[in-house]
């Protein structure tokens, strides 16, 4: 199976600044058609996770653009920019690419 | 809106067999399109994806659960569920169901979560 590997295990940023979360593959997520098959999903505390980014860099609906998805082949990054109060939680990357779909690890995310 | 909510019982004792079930409202889930899901949060640790359900009859599991699951859907009552056997504590988790977009992810509805706790 596809081996996730998140990095940093956590992060603490005061309100306004940027964050930056990055997920490495053990193969390339790129699919002969030219799709790289990465989400990215935030789970707040109590509640289920939320899809942020799908297909590497593109936002899920309602999802502000202070959320950037980026990335290719094994190295794939979440940045987000004016860091708020509503960002705190778990941050996952998972690739899907092919079965088993596979998460990485998790980022926490806290406000100083 | 499509939601989707978990139920099941809470406690399963080792050895015996875990069984949830999915309901979905505003969304059909024999009409095809989309992928049906289990994946589980262990506390303190990460995501694990269970499998999918495509179609009310094609599905997929994860290797890592050796057999022990299977997954069924009631297009009457807009139900799919998740049978896991054998269970032991290390099947303790926060058990969601997911709509996925398709088969390489995309989960864009989860429902809430249901714990489920293996001991005697």
């Known amino acids: 199976e596809i081996v996730m590997t998140q990095s940093p295990l956590s992060l603490v940023v005061a309100p306004g600044e940027s964050a930056s979360i990055s997920c490495r593959s053990s193969?390339?997520?790129?699919?002969?058609?030219?799709?790289?098959?990465v989400d990215w999903y935030l789970q707040r505390p109590g509640q289920a996770p939320q899809l942020l980014v799908y297909?590497?860099?593109n936002r899920a609906s309602g999802v502000p653009d202070r959320f950037t998805g980026s990335g290719s082949g094994t190295f794939f990054t979440l940045e987000i920019t004016t860091v708020e109060a509503d960002d705190i939680g778990f941050y996952y990357c998972?690739?899907?690419?092919?079965?088993?779909?596979?998460f990485g690890g998790g980022t926490r995310l806290e406000i100083k | 809106q499509v939601q989707l909510q978990e139920s099941g019982p809470g406690l399963v004792k080792p050895s015996q067999v875990l069984s949830l079930t999915c309901t979905v409202s505003?969304?059909?889930?024999?009409?095809?399109?989309?992928?049906w899901n289990w994946i589980r949060h262990f506390p303190g640790k990460g995501l694990e994806w269970i499998g999918y359900?495509?179609?009310?009859?094609?599905?997929y599991y994860n290797p890592s659960l050796k057999g022990r699951v299977a997954f069924s859907a009631d297009t009457s009552t807009n139900q799919f569920s998740l049978n896991l056997t054998s269970v032991t504590a290390a099947d303790t988790a926060l058990y969601f169901c997911?709509?996925?977009?398709?088969?390489?992810?995309?989960?864009?509805?989860w429902g809430h979560g249901i714990l489920v706790t293996v001991s005697s």
């Open positions: 297909l590497t860099s």
């Open positions: 998972m690739q899907g690419l092919e079965p088993p779909l596979t």
């Open positions: 997911a709509r996925m977009m398709g088969s390489r992810g995309v989960a864009d509805s």
């Open positions: 505003g969304n059909s889930i024999g009409r095809g399109g989309y992928y």
């Open positions: 359900m495509f179609n009310t009859g094609h599905t």
């Open positions: 193969q390339s997520l790129l699919h002969r058609n030219g799709n790289s098959y």
